[in-house]
Structures are given as structure tokens and as C-alpha cells.
């Protein structure tokens, strides 16, 4: 696959593929239009210079999406290494306590409906 670099944030490169760019031209394409029904009185340059400008600020809410995915997927490490750290060092009175409980299976029976 074909891709071009956009940077670096919090220590991940942010690849984007080359596709990317065709439908930004096809959603500032459709934005334009669109823009130029509602607003009869823009010219054709302003039309396309929202319609890219919309277009963009969507491609970046993606980008801030997919970046909220990866904090969280880091937060979710942190907090799992810590959890470990910590749940160990008190898993055997854990295991203690699971041993003292007297549980009993749960049966449920079903009746079969008698013909009335």
C-alpha cells in the first residue's frame, strides 16, 4: 500500500493512504454542489473553498477519533499493568476467600405445559 507520512503524535507515525486524497476531492466535490444550492449568492471559489475547508475539518475529526481510540487503548494498558502490579500481591488472600465460600449450583427445571 501507498501512503504519505503526516507526522508524529505521542510517539505514533500517522500514515495516511494515497485513496485518502481521492475522496476528499469526491466530499469537496459533493460539498460544493451542495453549497451552491443553498447559497446561490457565493461565488464558484468560495463555494469550493468551504467545501474544502468542510471537508478537511471532517478529515480531522477523524484523525482526533481515531487518536481518542489509541489514549484510551493506552489508558486501558496502564491501568491493566497497574491492576497486575497490585492484584498479585493480594491474589492469594483472594484465592483465600474464593476457598471459604460454600456455593451451591443453581438449578432451574423446566415443567413441560400440561395439555388443558
Known amino acids: 500500500m501507498r501512503y504519505f507520512r503526516l507526522g508524529r ?5 500517522i500514515h495516511v493512504n494515497w485513496s485518502w486524497l481521492l475522496i476528499f476531492g469526491l466530499v469537496s466535490w459533493s460539498l460544493s454542489l451542495t453549497f ?5 449568492e457565493w461565488s464558484l471559489n468560495v463555494r469550493w473553498g ?3 475547508l468542510a471537508a478537511f475539518l471532517f478529515f480531522c475529526s477523524v484523525l482526533v477519533h481515531e487518536l481518542a481510540h489509541l489514549s484510551l487503548f493506552q489508558l486501558g494498558l496502564r491501568w491493566l499493568k497497574r491492576f497486575l502490579a497490585t492484584g498479585l500481591l493480594v491474589l492469594p488472600d483472594f484465592q483465600a476467600c474464593l476457598s471459604n465460600l460454600r456455593l451451591k449450583p443453581v438449578v432451574i427445571q423446566t415443567v413441560p405445559k400440561s395439555n388443558v
Open 50 to 52: 468551504m467545501a474544502m
Open 36 to 40: 451552491g444550492q443553498i447559497h446561490n
Open 9 to 13: 503524535v505521542v510517539g505514533i507515525d
